[in-house]
C-alpha cells in the first residue's frame, strides 16, 4: 500500500541527517495522499540509519494504523491535526535543529532581518505559545497541533505564505506542497535562526528589515508574476 510514497518519505526523513537537522531520533517527516486521506509517517525510535520503506508506517486521520509492523511517530497527533486544519499542506516535518529550538525556548518568534528570510517566508517566523499543564498531562501531541492551529488561526497566517512555526519550549514544525518541501522549509527555518541568532549577537539593538523589502523578495519569488528562476516549457 502507497509502496511509492513510503519511499519518498523514507528519502525525506533520511533528508533530515543529510542536513543536519537531527541527532539520533529527534525529528519525523510524513506526508499525506489527499485522494486516500491517508498518512506515511516515520516509525516511532527507530534509526535512522536502520530505517527501510517496509518500516513507515501508514495511518488514517483519525490515527489507526492501516499498514506497518511498527508504532508511528509520537508526533502521529500533531501532523493529522495539521493536515485536517491546513488542506493546502501536504507534508510536514517536525525537528529539534539547534538554532531554531533555541527561539523556541526563548518563546520568540523569528523576526523578519533579511532577504534570505523574505525569499521563503512572508511574515516573522512565528512562536506559538506553551501549552497549559491540563494539555501536556492531556492528549499531549494532539494538542500541541491545536495550539500552533490556534497561532495561525488568531493571527490570520497562511501556512502556504508561512510555511513553518515554532511552539515554546519545544521545537519545529515546517509546512509543504509534500514531505520533501517540508523538509526544505525545515531547513530554511534553521538557516534563518541561526542568522537571525548572530545578526542580534552583532547588533543587539536591531530591528525589523523594512516591508517594502520583504514584499519584493517573497513576490519576486512566489506571487503571480514572480521572475525568480527558469520558466517551466
Same mark, same amino acid.
Given at each position: 500500500?502507497?509502496?511509492?510514497?513510503?519511499?519518498?518519505?523514507?528519502?525525506?526523513?533520511?533528508?533530515?541527517?543529510?542536513?543536519?537537522?537531527?541527532?539520533?531520533?529527534?525529528?519525523?517527516?510524513?506526508?499525506?495522499?489527499?485522494?486516500?486521506?491517508?498518512?506515511?509517517?516515520?516509525?516511532?525510535?527507530?534509526?535512522?540509519?536502520?530505517?527501510?520503506?517496509?518500516?513507515?508506517?501508514?495511518?488514517?486521520?483519525?490515527?489507526?494504523?492501516?499498514?506497518?509492523?511498527?508504532?508511528?511517530?509520537?508526533?502521529?497527533? !500533531?501532523?493529522?491535526?495539521?493536515?485536517? /486544519?491546513? %488542506?493546502? $499542506?501536504?507534508?510536514?516535518? +517536525?525537528?529539534?535543529?539547534? &538554532?531554531?529550538?533555541?527561539?523556541?525556548?526563548?518563546?520568540?518568534?523569528?523576526?523578519?532581518?533579511?532577504?534570505?528570510?523574505?525569499?521563503?517566508?512572508?511574515?516573522?517566523?512565528?512562536?506559538?505559545?506553551?501549552?497549559?499543564?491540563?494539555?501536556?498531562?492531556?492528549?499531549?501531541?494532539?494538542?500541541?497541533?491545536?495550539?500552533?492551529?490556534?497561532?495561525?488561526? !488568531?493571527?490570520?497566517?497562511?501556512?502556504? /505564505?508561512? %510555511?513553518? $512555526?515554532?511552539?515554546?519550549? +519545544?521545537?519545529?514544525?515546517? &509546512?509543504?506542497?509534500?514531505?520533501?518541501?517540508?523538509?526544505?522549509?525545515?531547513?530554511?527555518?534553521?538557516?534563518?535562526?541561526?542568522?537571525?541568532?548572530?545578526?542580534?549577537?552583532?547588533?543587539?539593538?536591531?530591528?525589523?528589515?523594512?516591508?517594502?523589502?520583504?514584499?519584493?523578495?517573497?513576490?519576486?519569488?512566489?506571487?503571480?508574476?514572480?521572475?525568480?528562476?527558469?520558466?517551466?516549457?
Amino acid at each position: 500500500m502507497l509502496e511509492e510514497l513510503k519511499k519518498k518519505v523514507l528519502k525525506d526523513n533520511l533528508d533530515l541527517v543529510k542536513n543536519k537537522l537531527v541527532l539520533f531520533t529527534w525529528g519525523n517527516v510524513s506526508q499525506i495522499d489527499r485522494e486516500s486521506g491517508l498518512i506515511v509517517i516515520k516509525p516511532s525510535g527507530v534509526e535512522y540509519d536502520e530505517m527501510t520503506a517496509d518500516d513507515m508506517v501508514v495511518v488514517d486521520l483519525e490515527g489507526k494504523v492501516v499498514e506497518g509492523h511498527y508504532r508511528p511517530s509520537s508526533d502521529t497527533p !500533531t501532523h493529522i491535526e495539521f493536515y485536517k /486544519a491546513f %488542506p493546502e $499542506v501536504g507534508g510536514v516535518t +517536525h525537528t529539534h535543529s539547534t &538554532f531554531a529550538t533555541a527561539w523556541a525556548q526563548a518563546g520568540r518568534s523569528i523576526p523578519f532581518y533579511g532577504t534570505t528570510h523574505a525569499d521563503y517566508f512572508y511574515g516573522d517566523i512565528p512562536c506559538a505559545r506553551a501549552l497549559t499543564e491540563e494539555e501536556i498531562l492531556g492528549e499531549y501531541e494532539k494538542n500541541t497541533g491545536l495550539a500552533i492551529i490556534e497561532k495561525f488561526r !488568531t493571527n490570520n497566517i497562511d501556512p502556504t /505564505a508561512v %510555511p513553518g $512555526v515554532l511552539i515554546k519550549s +519545544h521545537g519545529v514544525f515546517a &509546512f509543504g506542497k509534500d514531505g520533501a518541501n517540508s523538509v526544505y522549509n525545515a531547513t530554511v527555518i534553521e538557516e534563518v535562526a541561526k542568522m537571525a541568532t548572530i545578526t542580534e549577537a552583532v547588533n543587539p539593538s536591531v530591528v525589523r528589515a523594512d516591508q517594502f523589502m520583504m514584499d519584493k523578495h517573497y513576490n519576486r519569488k512566489h506571487g503571480k508574476n514572480a521572475y525568480y528562476g527558469q520558466s517551466k516549457h
